[in-house]
Structures are given as C-alpha cells and as structure tokens.
C-alpha cells in the first residue's frame, strides 16, 4: 500500500482549473515531485521540491505544499494534460521513495 | 539536457536474473542519487532502489533480498540485478534521478524510456 494518498480519477473542463492532491505524513518532512504518465509514453516530471518545473514543461503545471499535503495545480488545463498523475516523495525516514497510487485526469 | 538511455533483457524465465543498465548523458553524473522503478501492468509506480555514485544504497523493503543496484562512475552508468524472478516481477523498469540536496531532496526530475519485462515459462 502507498504511504502517499491520492484520488484516484479528476475531471476538469478544458481551460479550467484543476488541483490534484496528494497527503502523506512523509509530506510535512519532503517536498514532493510529480509525474506526469500518458499511455504508451514514459514518465515525465512536470513538478518538483519547493519551486521547480523543468525546462520544457508548461507554466501552467504548479504545484504547493502545505503541512501533510501537496497539491499539483494546472492552470487552464489542456486536452493534452489528461494523463495519469503519481506524486513522490522521500519516506519518513528519508531513506525511502514512495509513491501515491496515482490520479487519472479527464479534461472535458 | 540530461538524458538516459537504458538496456537489457525483455524475456525472462522463472528464477532466471533480471539485469538492466542505464546510462546517463549530458550531465553531471555526481550529486544525484541514481534510481530504478517500476510498474506492472496495470498498476501503479514502485520504487525499486537507488545507488549515489560513492557506491551508497538504499532498496525497497520488499525487494531487498534479491536486488543489487550498482554504479559504474567511469561509464556514468548504474545498473539493476534482480535474481529468482517470478511472474510478480514482470513490469515496466525505469531509471531516473533523484536530486540529493535541500528542498529539492528524493524530486525524480529525469526518467529514462522505459525497458519492458516480462517473466514467463
């Protein structure tokens, strides 16, 4: 079982919104990082630690952190941004990696 | 940009090893923990392990007994073995990196292509 919790499935109106959580004790300790997962594709970071989005991911992916929850924000979500979202983070212990269970994202 | 390109055996038979490699290109190889995950079909992300290229590594509870995670510096290479595999073990493996330092620590920033394996009879 995953020591990070999240939703299993979002929907969100294209060019809408969406805030995809993540909630774990490790998350008071660790910021997290998210993949991004399409089918048939591999994994992609589209957010991680405190304020980082790397070189090629849109600005409207974001994401925040607030006691033991972490949030992935996309502002104006495209038709290309459904996908599956995993979140990560070190464990308690800090000598682990754990994963959420994964957020499947519809865009209307 | 840091880019990694991963190899090795799709097809495996019961008990056999599993062994992958992965290289890393563009970028500095130090300061990063390098990493492997992987996801059966159908399901969700499992870590596997990680090595730092002093040789430190740290493995997942439930694979420990059986994986070795290991690091060539002069190659900027790190590889996984994985001995007496079952069916459980067929997956998708991929290799990534972890940044080491601050605020940023554990963030899996990179990920390779992905290696299909399959174990069966």
């Known amino acids: ?20 959580k993540c909630q774990g004790d490790s998350l008071r300790s660790y910021y997290a990082s998210w993949i991004q997962e399409k089918p048939g594709q591999a994994p992609v970071c589209v957010f991680y630690g405190k304020n980082n989005r790397p070189s090629g991911i849109p600005v409207r992916f974001s994401g925040s952190s607030s ?27 800090g000598t682990l990696v754990v994963f959420g269970g994964g957020t499947r994202l519809t865009v209307l | 940009q840091v880019q990694l390109q991963q190899w090795g055996a799709g097809l495996l038979k019961p008990s056999e090893t599993l062994s992958l490699t992965c290289a890393v290109y563009g970028g500095s190889f130090s300061g990063f923990y390098w990493t492997w995950i992987r996801q059966p079909p159908g399901k969700g992300l499992e870590w596997v392990g990680e090595v730092n290229p002093g040789g430190s590594t740290n493995y997942n509870p439930s694979l ?14 790190f590889s996984l073995r994985l001995t007496s595999v079952t069916a459980a073990d067929t997956a ?30």
């Open chain 2, 92 to 121: 998708v493996y991929y290799c990534a990196r972890a940044r080491m330092g601050g605020y940023d620590y554990g963030s899996l920033d990179v990920w390779g292509q992905g290696t299909a394996v399959t174990v069966s009879s």
């Open chain 1, 67 to 93: 006691g033991n929850t972490a949030s992935l924000t996309i502002t104006g979500a495209q038709a290309e941004d459904e996908a599956d979202y995993y979140c990560s983070s070190r464990d308690s212990s």
């Open chain 2, 64 to 77: 420990k007994s059986r994986v070795t995670v290991s690091v060539d510096t002069s190659k900027n290479q």
């Open chain 1, 1 to 20: 079982s995953s020591e990070l919790t999240q939703d299993p499935a979002v929907s969100v109106a294209l060019g809408q919104t969406v805030r995809i």
